[in-house]
């Protein structure tokens, strides 16, 4: 959120809520139960009354809305035990064909970069968390220069992600990141 101030789109805490896999493209419907920014938001947020399910059962008031479509990054950062790591995937958040009522969440629906498959299997060897950080201001140029002046291992999945090489560039990674503290 701060490094997004004053640009254009928003930032909010996120989780893969559920997968929408299509003959054309697959797609992950980004959620969470009532912490989600309305600064993703494509319109103006609607409060709504409906009950929790989890932990206290008790209705609770809660923004819906779907966030605005558009270029997008998901950010993970990762406690490696000897280092850190920022995790990064390039998605292009979609337009919701219909809405959820009976998942009454704020949710940003987005096509994984370079595909659905790819990016989920690069996202788990990386140590992706379950939770992410979803940006609509910030660019994945954004948070490598940050990484790069925090001295923070950095890994992009984007169009040109293949598996092979993404797995290597983490070997790669390992090694460079022992030798640069010593042996």
């Given at each position: 959120?701060?490094?997004?101030?004053?640009?254009?789109?928003?930032c909010s805490f996120m989780e893969d809520y559920t997968y929408n896999f299509t003959d054309s493209v697959d797609q992950v419907l980004g959620a969470h139960m009532l912490e989600i920014c309305p600064s993703i938001a494509g319109k103006k947020p609607r409060l709504e009354l409906h009950r929790?399910?989890?932990?206290?059962?008790?209705?609770?008031?809660?923004?819906?809305?779907?966030?605005?479509?558009?270029?997008?990054?998901?950010?993970?950062?990762?406690?490696?035990?000897?280092?850190?790591?920022?995790?990064?995937?390039?998605?292009?958040?979609?337009?919701?064909?219909?809405?959820?009522?009976?998942?009454?969440?704020?949710?940003?629906?987005?096509?994984?970069?370079?595909?659905?498959?790819?990016?989920?299997?690069?996202?788990?060897?990386?140590?992706?968390?379950?939770?992410?950080?979803?940006?609509?201001?910030?660019?994945?140029?954004?948070?490598?220069?940050?990484?790069?002046?925090?001295?923070?291992?950095?890994?992009?999945?984007?169009?040109?992600?293949?598996?092979?090489?993404?797995?290597?560039?983490?070997?790669?990674?390992?090694?460079?990141?022992?030798?640069?503290?010593?042996?």
């Amino acid at each position: 959120k701060v490094m997004a101030q004053g640009l254009e789109g928003g930032c909010s805490f996120m989780e893969d809520y559920t997968y929408n896999f299509t003959d054309s493209v697959d797609q992950v419907l980004g959620a969470h139960m009532l912490e989600i920014c309305p600064s993703i938001a494509g319109k103006k947020p609607r409060l709504e009354l409906h009950r929790h399910t989890i932990g206290v059962k008790c209705d609770v008031p809660r923004l819906l809305f779907a966030a605005k479509a558009g270029p997008s990054i998901n950010v993970s950062p990762i406690d490696m035990g000897n280092r850190f790591r920022i995790l990064i995937n390039e998605v292009e958040t979609v337009e919701q064909p219909e809405t959820t009522p009976h998942l009454p969440v704020a949710s940003a629906l987005w096509e994984p970069k370079p595909n659905l498959e790819v990016a989920a299997a690069a996202w788990i060897h990386a140590g992706g968390a379950h939770h992410a950080a979803y940006s609509q201001a910030l660019s994945s140029e954004v948070i490598e220069d940050f990484a790069e002046m925090a001295g923070v291992e950095t890994v992009v999945i984007d169009s040109d992600t293949n598996l092979r090489n993404f797995k290597s560039e983490l070997r790669y990674n390992a090694a460079y990141y022992q030798l640069k503290q010593g042996i």
